[in-house]
C-alpha cells in the first residue's frame, strides 16, 4: 500500500483563455493529456441567465476532468450559474476575478473584484451553499500600481473564509485603466514570489500560479513552491508540450501518441461535430494550427487548415491536402545521416 500523497488535482492545469478554450479546443488538448484540468471560457452569469445554456455549458464527455469559469459579482446570480454547471456535469466552478477587460469592468466583475473582497466572499459562499463540487477562484497579485502584498493576502484571507480553498494566482497586476487585455497580460511584472508567499502563509490552502510560464523546467521550479501550475498561451500556441505532462509531472505511463494520430482523431471529431449540430470544420481545425510546430512543412500545412477557400471541402479532403506537405518525422541525427549518405 502506497504511503505517497495524491497528486493535487490542481498540479497543472490550461488557463481559461476567452475565444481560445471553447470545447473544440478542450477536446484537442485532452487528446494530447489525459491529466491536465482543462478549463472554459469565462462564461458570464447574465449569459447563462439570459441566453441559451446549452450553447454556453454544452461540453464533450472526454473533456473530464473541466472546470466551468464564471464571470459575474451577484451572489444570488452566481449560485444560480454554479448550479446549472453542476447539473451539466463540471467538474469544478471557478470565479474570475482576473480578467481586466473594459467590457468586463463595465460589468463589475473580473479584476476589479479584487478591490471588494467581502463581495467576492459572498459570492463565493453563495456557491458554495448551491454546489457540492469544488469553487475555486482565479485572480491576479494586485490591481493598478497597488503592489504591496498585504493587498492579495487579505483578498485571499477573506475569500478563503467564505469556504474557498484554492486560488490560482496570475502572477501580475491588472492595470484597469490603460492596457489592452492583451498588454495586461504582458506588460505588468511577473512577481511569483508573491505567489509563493501566500502559499506560506496559508499553507493549508491551495495555491496554483499562473503567467508566462512556456516550460517543464519552469513548471517543475513553480512546483517546488506551490500546489499547482496553469499554463495558458504557451499551451495553446505549442499544444505538444502537453504530450509529455502526463508521465513527467503525474507518473503516468509515457505518451506513444503521435501528431498524425492526433490529427486523424480531430478529423474524426470535426466529422461527429457536424453530423450532431453542422459545427464547420474550419471552427475547430483553428484550434490545431499549433500542432505542427518547428516541423519542416509545418507552414503550409497550417495554411491549407486556414485556407478560406477550401471551407466547402470535407474535411477528411482537407486532411490530405495538409498531410502531402508534410515529411516523415525524423531525428536531426538521422536526418544529418541521411545528408551524408547522399553526398558521398
Known amino acids: 500500500m502506497s504511503s505517497e500523497p495524491a497528486l493535487s488535482p490542481w498540479r497543472l492545469s490550461v488557463a481559461p483563455m476567452m475565444d481560445w478554450t471553447d ?3 478542450r477536446y484537442f488538448h485532452r487528446l494530447l493529456t489525459r491529466k491536465t484540468l482543462l478549463y472554459t471560457e469565462m462564461v458570464t452569469t447574465g449569459a447563462l441567465m439570459h441566453g441559451s445554456v446549452q450553447r454556453h455549458l454544452r461540453f464533450n464527455e472526454e473533456e473530464h476532468p473541466v472546470a466551468l469559469q464564471l464571470g459575474g459579482s451577484e451572489p444570488a446570480d452566481l449560485a444560480a450559474a454554479a448550479r446549472l454547471g453542476e447539473q451539466w456535469g463540471y467538474d469544478e466552478i471557478n470565479l474570475n476575478c482576473g480578467c481586466p477587460s473594459d467590457r468586463v469592468q463595465r ?7 479584487m478591490a471588494e473582497p467581502g463581495l467576492v466572499a459572498d459570492g463565493v459562499k ?3 451553499d448551491a454546489v457540492t463540487v469544488p469553487v475555486t477562484v482565479k485572480h491576479r497579485i494586485g490591481i493598478d500600481r497597488t503592489e504591496s502584498y498585504e493587498f492579495v493576502r487579505d483578498f485571499v484571507g477573506t475569500v478563503s473564509e467564505a469556504g474557498c480553498s484554492v486560488f490560482m494566482v496570475h502572477a501580475r497586476n491588472a492595470w484597469l485603466q490603460g492596457l489592452s487585455p492583451k498588454e495586461n497580460r504582458e506588460v505588468p511584472p511577473l512577481r511569483y514570489e508573491l505567489a509563493y508567499q501566500l502559499k506560506r502563509d496559508f499553507p493549508h490552502l491551495t495555491i496554483g500560479v499562473n503567467g508566462g510560464i512556456t516550460t517543464n523546467e519552469q513548471i517543475d521550479t513553480h512546483l517546488a513552491q506551490v500546489d499547482g501550475v496553469m499554463v495558458g498561451r504557451e499551451a495553446y500556441h505549442h499544444p505538444w508540450l502537453m504530450t509529455s505532462w502526463d508521465e513527467r ?3 503516468a505511463s509515457p505518451s ?3 501528431r498524425e494520430g492526433v490529427e486523424e482523431q480531430m478529423v474524426a471529431y ?7 449540430d453542422g459545427c464547420p470544420w474550419y471552427a475547430i481545425a483553428r484550434h490545431m494550427l499549433g500542432l505542427r510546430h518547428g516541423l519542416r512543412g509545418a507552414r503550409l500545412w497550417r495554411q491549407v487548415w486556414s485556407d478560406h477557400r477550401l471551407k466547402p471541402l470535407p474535411p477528411r479532403e482537407v486532411w490530405a491536402m495538409a498531410q502531402a506537405h508534410m515529411e516523415p518525422e525524423v531525428s536531426e541525427d538521422v536526418d544529418d545521416a541521411l ?6
Open 126 to 128: 453563495a456557491m458554495v
Open 249 to 251: 509531472f503525474f507518473g
Open 23 to 25: 470545447r473544440h479546443c
Open 339 to 344: 545528408r551524408a549518405v547522399a553526398l558521398l
Open 270 to 276: 470535426m466529422e461527429r461535430a457536424h453530423a450532431e
Open 256 to 258: 506513444l501518441i503521435t
Open 107 to 113: 460589468g463589475a466583475f473580473g479584476a476589479c473584484l
